[in-house]
């Protein structure tokens, strides 16, 4: 069994961040308005199976997020950063490198 909160907590550490550094949480639909410690200190299976968390579950800070996935029942955060633009440029006429 796998604890929510904790398998959170671990991911941000992870990457250098805490839980004070999430500003929202929710999906594309709505931000929950309540404590995420409460509501994340929750025990489920992420072995194979069905996926217990909402997969469209997301955590959101002011440069990174973290999002739920999935395969084959089994499931984890997945954190995603701001990617960052390149400093050379290159033209392009396609994208199919087609003339």
């Not at 550094?21 to 410690?37: A, R, S, T, Y």
């Not at 994340?40 to 217990?52: C, K, M, R, V």
Request: with cysteine; proline share 3%; hydrophobic share 35%.
């Amino acid at each position: 069994m796998n604890n929510l909160l904790e398998d959170t907590r671990e991911v941000l550490e992870e990457n250098g961040k805490t839980i004070f550094d999430i500003l929202w949480f929710g999906n594309d639909k709505f931000v929950f308005d309540c404590d995420i410690q409460a509501l994340f200190n929750i025990e489920y299976d992420s072995g194979f199976g069905g996926a217990e968390i909402p997969e469209d579950l997301i955590v959101v800070g002011a440069d990174f997020w973290i999002e739920r996935h999935e395969y084959d029942g089994s499931e984890w955060w997945e954190y995603k950063t701001m990617p960052t633009k390149p400093t050379q440029s290159k033209r392009a006429v396609n994208l199919l490198g087609r003339d």
